[in-house]
């Protein structure tokens, strides 16, 4: 089991339970999955996005699904059907897993980081970080990328609020930004 997943059986319940904002066990909010996206430029060839998918691969530990353009765009050359990025969607012991990557290996790495933004919550509970590059995970070596690629994670969770939200991530280990 993920110690992760352990922290928030153990100490996470509990102190949410102490709160007295849920009645029921089951209302208390939990990590529902969490979404992984790599989105390419509409000009790329089929080998770059194999190696962005490979990339996705080797961060989550789950073969990505190719994404595809749904409609036509000409100010970016963009035809309905094209190929334009790649998605993970981690549940369960996975997603508990990569989250723990995140918050311990990740997130250090970044230069000069002071936590993330307490903002990108939309409003019903998830929460969606922005990376500019792939090379801050450990299982990407850096001298081995051709391309620099970002990518937006997601995190959703089961909570009907943002602060519950934000409560829930915090007391899992995520660093929030002081304003």
Excluded: C, W
Aim: charged share 30%.
């Amino acid at each position: 089991m993920s110690i992760l997943k352990e922290k928030y059986q153990k100490d996470v319940v509990k102190a949410l339970k102490a709160s007295g904002k849920y009645p029921s066990t089951m209302d208390i909010p939990r990590l529902s999955k969490v979404v992984v996206n790599m989105s390419v430029n509409a000009m790329v060839d089929r080998d770059t996005l194999k190696v962005v998918a490979d990339d996705l691969a080797k961060i989550t530990g789950q073969r990505p699904t190719i994404r595809k353009a749904t409609k036509s765009i000409s100010n970016f050359k963009l035809r309905e059907g094209m190929p334009i990025g790649a998605k993970v969607t981690l549940r369960g012991p996975r997603m508990y897993e990569f989250v723990e990557r995140l918050i311990h290996a990740t997130l250090p790495r970044i230069r000069d980081f002071r936590g993330v933004s307490p903002k990108a919550f939309d409003g019903r509970g998830n929460y969606t970080l922005g990376l500019k590059e792939q090379t801050l995970f450990p299982e990407i070596e850096s001298d081995k990328v051709k391309r620099v690629q970002g990518m937006d994670i997601t995190i959703v969770t089961t909570a009907k609020t943002n602060a519950d939200a934000k409560e829930l991530l915090q007391l899992l280990g995520i660093p929030f930004a002081t304003a």
